[in-house]
């Protein structure tokens, strides 16, 4: 069983893909699989049903990881030199993302989801 923070959080990842207004029809999502063999809503299945819930949630974010500032970075720069713990010698700030709330750690600094450090 995953934590709780993680499966909503993969929920919501998830949600802000497949969500569509159509009818309440998110094409595509896994969920509707498990909404339709219940016959409910998918707020309804994850109450009723939340192992179920769970394991298509789960599994879809097994299939889609969340890509981070490192994975984007690895893939734009193959080839660049990094430090003994793996990450690159520039701070992410200096390449315009979102300075760190916690700076100090350049594992977890490089570890932050693409979207939340995107400098929109």
Sequence with gaps: MAEFKD??????????IYYSNDNCRCLGCPMVRVQDSI??????CILEYPGRSEDAIMDWG????????????????????????????????????KASTSCGSCVSCWDRPMEVAKND
């Excluded at 499966?7 to 802000?16: F, Q, S």
């Design 39 to 44: 016959g409910l809503n998918c707020s309804t």
């Design 7 to 16: 499966v909503i959080y993969t929920r919501d990842r998830m949600c802000n």
């Design 62 to 97: 097994k299939r889609h990881p969340v890509k981070t500032i490192l994975d984007e970075f690895k893939k734009n720069y193959p080839n660049a030199p990094l430090r003994t713990d793996g990450t690159p010698y520039p701070c992410p700030e200096h390449l315009g993302y």
